[in-house]
């Protein structure tokens, strides 16, 4: 499994931006996938999940309304868009499968493989 994010930038607050993460082995059929995020001097903290299906999805408490977690299975990718995006949102983001597990998760220890992470600013 060979993660790559990408999508990150600079924008104000209000504003919108998409995450992709492209897997380039062969597991992304198979596998749950999710979104984490780690703010300078933070731990890494869950921000959403799909299940293989993408019929399951959960998201933090703090982004839902405002995030979307989608997968496109044709492209073996997942996507992040993030609407009215806000300062706290600000960190480091993060693709992250299972291993041969199509259920989606929340919890940190539930996923096998990351991607080297994506930088999102937010400026107020």
């Known amino acids: 499994v060979q993660l790559q994010a990408s999508g990150g930038g600079l924008v104000q607050a209000g504003g919108s931006l998409r995450l992709s993460c492209a897997d380039s082995?062969?597991?992304?059929?198979?596998?749950?996938m999710g979104w984490f995020r780690q703010a300078p001097g933070k731990e890494r903290e869950f921000v959403a999940g799909?299940?293989?299906?993408?019929?399951?999805?959960y998201y933090a408490d703090s982004v839902k309304g405002r995030f979307t977690i989608s997968r496109v299975h044709a492209k073996n990718s997942v996507y992040l868009q993030m609407n009215s995006l806000e300062p706290e949102d600000t960190a480091v983001y993060y693709c992250a499968a299972r291993t041969d597990n199509a259920e989606a998760a929340q919890s940190i220890h539930d996923f096998d493989y990351w991607g080297q992470g994506t930088q999102v600013t937010v400026s107020s």
């Open positions: 082995g062969r597991t992304f059929s198979y596998s749950g």
């Open positions: 799909i299940s293989r299906s993408g019929g399951i999805t």
